[in-house]
T-cell receptor, first 115, second 116 residues
Framework: AQSVTQLGSHVSVSEGALVLLRCNYSSSVPPYLFWYVQYPNQGLQLLLKYTSAATLVKGINGFEAEFKKSETSFHLTKPSAHMSDAAEYFCAVSDRNSGTYKYIFGTGTRLKVLA | DAGVIQSPRHEVTEMGQEVTLRCKPISGHDYLFWYRQTMMRGLELLIYFNNNVPIDDSGMPEDRFSAKMPNASFSTLKIQPSEPRDSAVYFC??????????????FGQGTRLTVV
């Protein structure tokens, strides 16, 4: 069965510092991978996705993620944190081969940006 | 398109009452998902539909929960009778279809349910 592990339920960074949010997946074949962001009292918004084209994926708001098959990872990064990046971030996986199209989400990482 | 629309945004009900949550997916989307979000369990998939047909309801917690999709533009999630442990934020999401260009789900704003 597929699963997603997000290391660190809370991450704090200073404004202007590098943001690194970790995601590891478990799947028999490389799945589709996603990062979503959730602001308070809002739904989930797609940041970026990996669908087997380029392994380095660029998303909105300056975020990017790199798919590493050897490490079964899809970590999210941003070179310089802004106060507006404070939110909860979810990594998700979807099987591309089984014919099931559901999404399995990680437990989320709450990002705090310090002034 | 206005995106996925859920109603109500907030619902407070007494234990034992019936609760109905509603969702209008994005027009033209073939897949609809219902998720529940709690602090303890995170985001859990309850059920998903393809072309109005339930495909996987293995996440529905118990018989008190039921979901329907009578047409391509409307779905409901019903809890009867409701219990305090059902308190959570319920999200509806939709997806265009299959294929590499249609891989992501679009989420509604959620319904925050409180059962007292």
């Amino acid at each position: 069965a597929q699963s997603v592990t997000q290391l660190g339920s809370h991450v704090s960074v200073s404004e202007g510092a590098l943001v690194l949010l970790r995601c590891n997946y478990s799947s028999s074949v490389p799945p589709y991978l996603f990062w979503y962001v959730q602001y308070p009292n809002q739904g989930l918004q797609l940041l970026l996705k990996y669908t087997s084209a380029a392994t380095l994926v660029k998303g909105i708001n300056g975020f990017e993620a790199e798919f590493k098959k050897s490490e079964t990872s899809f970590h999210l990064t941003k070179p310089s944190a802004h106060m507006s990046d404070a939110a909860e971030y979810f990594c998700a996986v979807s099987d591309r081969n089984s014919g099931t199209y559901k999404y399995i989400f990680g437990t989320g990482t709450r990002l705090k940006v310090l002034a | 398109d206005a995106g996925v629309i859920q109603s109500p945004r907030h619902e407070v009900t007494e234990m034992g009452q019936e609760v109905t949550l509603r969702c209008k997916p994005i027009s033209g989307h073939d897949y609809l998902f219902w998720y529940r979000q709690t602090m303890m369990r995170g985001l859990e998939l309850l059920i998903y539909f393809n072309n109005n047909v339930p495909i996987d309801d293995s996440g529905m917690p118990e018989d008190r929960f039921s979901a329907k999709m009578p047409n391509a533009s409307f779905s409901t999630l019903k809890i009867q009778p409701s219990e305090p442990r059902d308190s959570a934020v319920y999200f509806c999401a939709s997806r265009p279809g299959t294929g590499v260009g249609n891989t992501e789900a679009f989420f509604g704003q959620g319904t925050r349910l409180t059962v007292v």
